[in-house]
């Protein structure tokens, strides 16, 4: 994989994450996909962009579900070969990063982006940006890596302490790019606190509507036992927030 390639167009990270995804390791089906779902508002007729979207199943679920408009971006030129196997005539594709993407202003009334934008490196610029993209009381719902997750420098996983598993969140306060070896490769991420999370958003003008936490239910442990570890600390954090009406 050279500097420039896409994370998700490296080959063999490719075939792991999407055998990770076929095998459903639980944190999508039963605490992402759930969560995110639970803060969308109605999309009937709505135009919507999925930032992030991968291989387009959420995309095509938003035009299931009766969207006007759905376009989905993604800067992995593999994951957008496996979204565009699937023609639907309300869904259109764009390989570009959340960064690069120009839209007009005043064009979209939902953006939704699931486990995506902790991948972006100007988090508050690229919020400022959707803003303008929003009509009047559009909206904005995205989930992430939860703060509390993405705190450690470098993300190397959980620690042994006195006989206890431990999540160290000793580096929360330091902002900045976080290394992790995922699937043999070294993956970059973005830490931002939770309150960057809500500044970025008030500061473009956005009003926060609801955000989430979400845990295993003892029934999803009892499926998918492997999810016992995010009892300890959640996840993933999930965000709604409304463009003012006027
Ligand atoms: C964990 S996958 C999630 C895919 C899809 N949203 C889903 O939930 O199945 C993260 C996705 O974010 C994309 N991505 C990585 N960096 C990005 C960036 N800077 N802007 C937009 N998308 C990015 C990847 O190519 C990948 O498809």
């Not at 939704?112 to 919020?127: F, I």
């Not at 979400?214 to 999930?238: K, M």
């Amino acid at each position: 994989m050279t500097a420039d390639t896409p994370l998700y167009d490296d080959p063999a990270f490719f075939t792991a994450y999407q055998r990770m995804r076929a095998a459903g390791s639980g944190l999508n089906e039963e605490l992402e996909q759930p969560a995110l779902r639970r803060l969308l508002p109605a999309v009937a007729d709505l135009d919507v962009l999925d930032l992030g979207c991968g291989d387009g199943t959420q995309a095509r679920w938003l035009a299931t579900a009766a969207a006007r408009s759905v376009l989905g971006v993604d800067p992995s030129a593999r994951m957008l070969e496996l979204a565009r196997r699937h023609k639907n005539p309300l869904v259109r594709y764009v390989c570009a990063t959340a960064e690069e993407l120009s839209l007009p202003d005043a064009s979209l009334d939902l953006v939704v982006s699931s486990l995506a934008l902790h991948y972006v490196p100007d988090l508050p610029a690229l919020m400022t940006r959707i803003a303008g993209w929003l009509r009047p009381a559009g909206h904005l719902v995205y989930s992430v890596e939860h703060p509390v997750c993405t705190a450690q420098h470098p993300m190397t996983g959980w620690p042994n302490e006195h006989d206890r598993t431990a999540w160290p969140i000793t580096a929360y306060g330091y902002e900045s790019s976080r290394s992790q070896r995922w699937f043999n490769t070294t993956v970059t991420k973005y830490h931002y606190k939770l309150s960057t999370h809500i500044s970025a958003l008030t500061a473009a003008g956005l009003t926060l509507v609801a955000l989430d936490e979400p845990q295993p239910t003892p029934a999803a442990v009892t499926r998918q036992p492997d999810l016992t570890q995010h009892l300890i600390r959640p996840p993933l954090l999930v965000v709604a927030a409304r463009k003012p009406t006027t």
